[in-house]
T-cell receptor, first 115, second 109 residues
Framework: KAGVTQTPRYLIKTRGQQVTLSCSPI?????VSWYQQTPGQGLQFLFE???????NKGNFPGRFSGRQFSNSRSEMNVSTLELGDSALYLC??????????????FGAGSRLTVL | QKEVEQDPGPLSVPEGAIVSLNCTYS??????FMWYRQYSRKGPELLMY????GNKEDGRFTAQVDKSSKYISLFIRDSQPSDSATYLC?????????FGAGTRLTVKP
């Protein structure tokens, strides 16, 4: 059974640019959550998608956006990149959500460096 | 006050030591408790999963939940260099899931 696949694994951008990250969840999982991980802040929740609808959103500016497709694959976009956006972006999938008895399965992450 | 508090460490122990990792939380509605292990340059992977209070053992790992104190622990017995990783606690209720900041553990041969 394939795990959660994130692409690209590493990328370098400059301030002001935008970036799109992709996540393919485990087959059959309908929920995809995105997290930002930095050494100082730990795992910060960005948003969750379920059946192509954003179900929850964390406390991030509007520059951070996402979407989910009918096959449950998800993308997140960050526009007008800032130095502080440098982080590991993690995608996690689960059967029905990031609450209750659900278990999240994480991808390996996309490491973004903003210069 | 953060909803989930976890000592970030770093924690360094000799091989064979018993390791204790801990988290405290403030939301009494949390019912499901997890520990994830994250190796360098990898995503977190589920290590232990428990429901409500009590202990759960899996090999060298024991997860302990004390809901009355809002305190969870992960014990690693006979620690190995391969246990060197960041350990994140996580907890959820019917509406939400929260993570601790993670504790970086190094087990020295």
């Amino acid at each position: 059974k394939a795990g959660v696949t994130q692409t690209p694994r590493y990328l370098i951008k400059t301030r002001g640019q935008q970036v799109t990250l992709s996540c393919s969840p485990i087959s059959g999982h309908r929920s995809v959550s995105w997290y930002q991980q930095t050494p100082g802040q730990g795992l910060q929740f960005l948003f969750e998608y379920f059946s192509e609808t954003q179900r929850n959103k964390g406390n991030f500016p509007g520059r951070f956006s996402g979407r989910q497709f009918s096959n449950s694959r998800s993308e997140m976009n960050v526009s007008t990149l800032e130095l502080g956006d440098s982080a590991l972006y993690l995608c996690a999938s689960s059967l029905t959500g990031r609450s209750g008895a659900n278990v999240l399965t994480f991808g390996a992450g996309s490491r973004l460096t903003v210069l | 006050q953060k909803e989930v508090e976890q000592d970030p460490g770093p924690l360094s122990v000799p091989e064979g030591a018993i390791v204790s990792l801990n988290c405290t939380y403030s939301n009494s509605a949390f019912q499901y408790f997890m520990w994830y292990r994250q190796y360098s340059r990898k995503g977190p992977e589920l290590l232990m999963y428990t429901y409500s209070s009590g202990n759960k053992e899996d090999g060298r790992f024991t997860a302990q939940v004390d809901k009355s104190s809002k305190y969870i622990s992960l014990f690693i017995r006979d620690s190995q260099p391969s246990d060197s990783a960041t350990y994140l606690c996580a907890m959820s209720n019917n509406n939400d899931m929260r993570f601790g900041a993670g504790t970086r553990l190094t087990v020295k041969p």
